[in-house]
């Protein structure tokens, strides 16, 4: 079965550039998370979807970011403008909901703004 | 609310010897506890997750961890940690909603 699959696997851009990260989840999954990893504060959930509808984006840390779900097999995340510090690894991961269940995660997006 | 606490931000052992990882957990429901394994450059892989009944959970490659209510803790061990072991570890935790709350992770560093 093929796994989440997330889009490009690298990025590097130019400050103020508009970034669009996709993802695919898993066939099936109604749920979907986006999460950004750097060294300094670890994994942070920025938003998740159920059934293609924003759940929470409490974790989204600016208005420069936006997420969207238009179909049950994609999702894109997307930074305009795009800053240094948004520099990260940007994970995708989907799950069949609940808590008991495990999240299956891509092999992340590792973006840099120069 | 939940959250997790990862003991050691790097741990260190030999090729061959005991693997313990620590984590403990806070949560205001019976939590569902998960461990996860990143490689460099991959995502998160679930190593093992514990729900309800047994409190010793067996995952793949050879860990196992032991939910320990009293204690609130879910550490993580193996009894012979291997070169291919080196990895980053994470702790996770979920009530009854539907986000796992991870810990900051530990690194796990194999002696030759």
């Known amino acids: 079965d093929a796994g989440v699959i997330q889009s490009p696997r690298h990025e590097v851009t130019e400050m103020g550039q508009e970034v669009t990260l996709r993802c695919k989840p898993i066939s099936g999954h109604d749920y979907l998370f986006w999460y950004r990893q750097t060294m300094m504060r670890g994994l942070e959930l920025l938003i998740y979807f159920n059934n293609n509808v924003p759940i929470d984006d409490s974790g989204m840390p600016e208005d420069r970011f936006s997420a969207k779900m238009p179909n049950a097999s994609f999702s894109t995340l997307k930074i305009q403008p795009s800053e240094p510090r948004d520099s990260a690894v940007y994970f995708c991961?989907?799950?069949?909901?609940?808590?008991?269940?495990?999240?299956?995660f891509g092999d992340g997006t590792r973006l840099s703004i120069l | 609310a939940q959250s997790v606490t990862q003991l050691g931000s790097h741990v260190s052992v030999s090729e061959g010897a005991l693997v313990l990882l620590r984590c403990n957990y806070s949560?205001?429901?019976?939590?569902?506890l998960f461990w996860y394994v990143q490689y460099p450059n991959q995502g998160l892989q679930l190593l093992l997750k514990y729900t309800t009944g047994a409190t010793l959970v067996k995952g793949i490659n050879g860990f196992e961890a032991e939910f320990k209510k009293s204690e609130t803790s879910f550490h993580l061990t193996k009894p012979s940690a291997h070169m291919s072991d080196a990895a980053e570890y994470f702790c996770?935790?979920?009530?009854?909603?539907?986000?796992?709350?991870f810990g900051k992770g530990t690194r796990l560093h194999i002696l030759p």
């Open positions: 949560s205001s429901v019976p939590p569902y």
């Open positions: 991961a989907s799950s069949t909901g609940q808590g008991n269940q495990p999240q299956h």
């Open positions: 996770a935790v979920s009530g009854r909603d539907d986000k796992i709350i």
